[in-house]
């Protein structure tokens, strides 16, 4: 299936490792030319060094913490500068630290609110006029299952990615007549750096092995393991697609089964 992605400008946030490399290379894989973000230097010119030789692609890496406003603004502004302009928006962060409200301070609330919630409005700010302009955009911010079932022992981002849940879903409605979508994308237990992260936090907690968090969350899984971030990407790469044109302010669960809401 051609996905219309040929030619096509990604800014993808966090993507020199996990869920954002992975779209980044499904993208790519489509010949799309990316902006590749992540706040390590290092590990992101290494990352976009290897889509770059393996798919051909027009690659450009810009280092930054989108949490911080300044960040976002040379990050985007970077990728016109390289490409006159950017006709799709991935949002993407890293988890904020597990806990209970009891373990959490003021300070942690505003830097999750920062990178969870703030970027995402930031960057959307940052793109929208040229997307308006000429009448497409794609803007997919990757949540997480918390959003629509929460997750014990993690009030941060069960309470932060439904706020991004909510800015989708309004933000869809207003933008749609210029054939703008925006759609939110949650991925759930996957085996990525952030997911072994959870794994060994409980583990301490409990006092067990972190095999046995894991076979537990496998045990919730209707189809009985963990995702490969290949299997998340595939349906990124077809919500920010040219075929998934009237498909917009829709969250779209990537879980295995996990989620037992009807909606």
């Given amino acids: 299936m051609d996905l219309g ?5 990604a800014l993808i946030a966090a993507s020199s490792k996990g869920l954002g490399f992975a779209v980044a290379e499904e993208l790519a894989a489509e010949g799309a030319r990316l ?3 992540a706040r390590g230097e290092a590990s992101l010119k290494e990352a976009s ?9 027009d690659v450009l890496a810009v280092a930054g913490d989108v949490s911080i406003r300044s960040d976002a603004e040379r990050i985007v502004a970077a990728g016109i500068e390289r490409f006159g ?6 949002t993407n962060s890293g988890g904020p630290p597990a806990g ?39 803007i997919l911010n990757v949540t997480s299952i ?11 981002s069960n309470s932060l990615r439904a706020a991004v849940t909510g800015f989708s879903k309004t933000l869809a ?18 085996t990525t750096e952030r997911v072994e992260e959870l794994a060994e936090h409980l583990a301490k907690k409990e006092g067990v092995d972190p095999s046995v968090i894991r076979s537990r969350w496998e045990a919730e899984i ?36 996990w989620i037992r809401s009807l909606f």
């Fill in 222 to 257: 209707p189809l009985g393991r963990l995702a490969d971030p290949k299997e998340f990407a595939s349906m990124a790469a077809f919500l920010v697609s040219e075929r998934a044109s009237y498909v917009t302010g829709s969250s779209i669960a990537v879980d295995g089964g």
């Fill in 173 to 190: 409605a207003e933008v749609g007549e210029y054939g703008i979508t925006v759609n939110t994308i949650l991925p759930g237990y996957t």
């Fill in 146 to 156: 918390a959003a629509k079932q929460p997750v014990a022992n993690l009030i941060l």
């Fill in 100 to 138: 209970r409200f009891d373990d959490l301070s003021a300070d942690q609330w505003d830097a999750a609110v920062a990178t969870l919630l703030t970027s995402v409005t930031d960057m959307t700010r940052l793109v929208m006029p040229g997307m308006k302009e000429r009448k497409w955009g794609r």
């Fill in 5 to 9: 992605l040929k030619g096509k400008v």
């Fill in 35 to 37: 902006v590749m973000n």
């Fill in 49 to 57: 060094k290897s889509i770059a030789g393996r798919f051909g692609s």
């Fill in 85 to 90: 302009q950017i006709d799709i928006l991935i």
